[in-house]
């Protein structure tokens, strides 16, 4: 099978292969699906650059989310799934082979079906993206008739959490960095933006919300959304969910900010959902793509032999749309 892989970290054009792999075949309780996409997330970039060292003599084939078609079962399975389309999560957490080839070996359960109003590009933004964002919001609780703030709203994960949250009844605050994603939030019918770049955040938050503050916030960057809530732009009784920051060492919190109004703060990391909290995000989400409902934002497909610039333009952070690699038939 043809595919991408490194066996050292380093930059992209460096470290990153293409050659062929023997095909993995499926051991009990697992499935093959031969991919047709695959998703290209931060943490992958990341992994590959030094964050996950590469142990000696270990072959990396990067990448967690992919989509495709199951070609075979293992023991255990119902040959029924043979032809089911899918999409895949965790498909290269704590394991070597991911989904930047043509077939990867995974359990059962790690290939979901992927409704047929879904294409298989947007199948690859799924496991990371879309279930980071339903989970953030679902952590929020009941948002109807509420006020959330989505930072990066226009982000991987900021797009889906925003509409889920406003399919969910709330009203949606997204910050945005250009009149662009402005644009593309409207078009999902988010009108509510802040122009982080030249506002100033947290006093547009208490404009916007009459001195209230928002009752939930999704956060990308916990290193510099903490600082709004001091300035009050959080509500009494709110919940703050993050789910990354761009620093990762010692980020000071104010107590006397967060005790008096009984702020609620959330951690977590999508690749350790506990498996009731993994259910609800995958129902959920299935949900909303086989009612159409959910709108996606997925930059043009990088052909496989362009993995190295897959993983450039992620880097950038200039691309609008999570990016995906479109695998050879």
Known sequence: MRAAWYERNGEAEAVLQLGDLPAPEPGPGEVRV???????????????????????????????????????????????????????????????????AQFIALPAAQAVPLPEGASFEAGACLGIPAMTAIHAVDRLGDVAGKTVLVTGATSGVGFYAAQV??????????????????????????????????????????AMTGGKGVDGIVDMDFSTTSRLVPAGALAPFGQFVCYGSNDRGEIPVEFGAWLPRSLGLQFFLVYELPPAARRQAVDGLNALLSDGSLAHLVAPAYALDDIAAAHQAVESGRVLGNVVVALPD
Do not use: M
């Open 34 to 100: 031969r991919l047709a996409a695959s998703g290209v997330n931060p943490s992958d970039v990341k992994s590959r650059a030094g964050s996950r060292p590469v142990a000696a003599g270990t072959r990396i084939v990067p990448h967690s989310d992919g989509a495709g078609v199951i070609d075979k079962v293992g023991e255990g399975v119902p040959a029924a799934r043979v032809g089911e389309r899918v999409w895949v999560w965790n498909g290269q957490y704590q394991r070597p082979l991911g989904t930047c």
């Open 165 to 206: 949250a406003r399919l969910r009844g709330a009203r949606v605050i997204g910050t945005v960095g250009s009149g662009e994603k402005a644009r593309v939030l409207a078009g999902v019918g988010i009108e509510d933006v802040i122009f982080y770049k030249t506002e100033p955040v947290a006093e547009r938050i208490l």
